[in-house]
């Protein structure tokens, strides 16, 4: 994919698409001055292009009862435990977010449970892997 096969109307398309995913192609059109049908191609190329990777959607984790989000730095003990700490990443459903990281540690995870009590067995369940440092959210931002 080079630049050139994007233009600034499939920009538009995405920045509204980023802004609501549930909008109709029809709509979206008449934001950018197509029919619904042209939008719908567009978007079908840039997911060809995989430039649109997915659809995904917002939920508030405090409406479901999870209460606690933090972010988890976390140190390997060896270079042994990464394939089996990241089969772990993939079946705790608590993980909602993990990076691999350059810098400072080796994962970076971001986590949503209910309770301090529930983050404190997560953490020890991850201490069979390494190390960690937590920092706790105190309130989204963006």
């Known amino acids: 994919m080079s630049k050139q096969d994007i233009d600034e109307i499939d920009l538009k398309i995405l920045q509204l698409l980023v802004e609501n995913s549930l909008q109709s192609n029809k ?4 934001k950018v001055h197509l029919t619904g049908q042209a939008v719908g191609a567009r978007i079908r190329k840039l997911q060809d ?25 976390v140190f390997m003990k060896s270079a042994d435990t990464h394939a089996s700490f990241q089969h772990y990443i993939q079946r705790t459903q608590s993980i909602v977010e993990a990076h691999r990281i350059s810098g400072e540690g080796c994962y970076l995870l971001r986590v949503q449970v209910p309770t301090p009590m529930d983050l404190n067995d997560l953490l020890g369940e ?7 440092k937590v920092n706790l959210s105190i309130g989204q931002l963006k």
């Open 27 to 30: 709509e979206i059109g008449e």
């Open 49 to 73: 292009l995989e430039v649109i990777e997915g659809y995904t959607l917002r939920c508030n984790p405090g409406k479901l009862g999870l209460q606690v989000s933090a972010f988890i730095t």
């Open 126 to 132: 991850m201490v069979q892997f390494g190390n960690y």
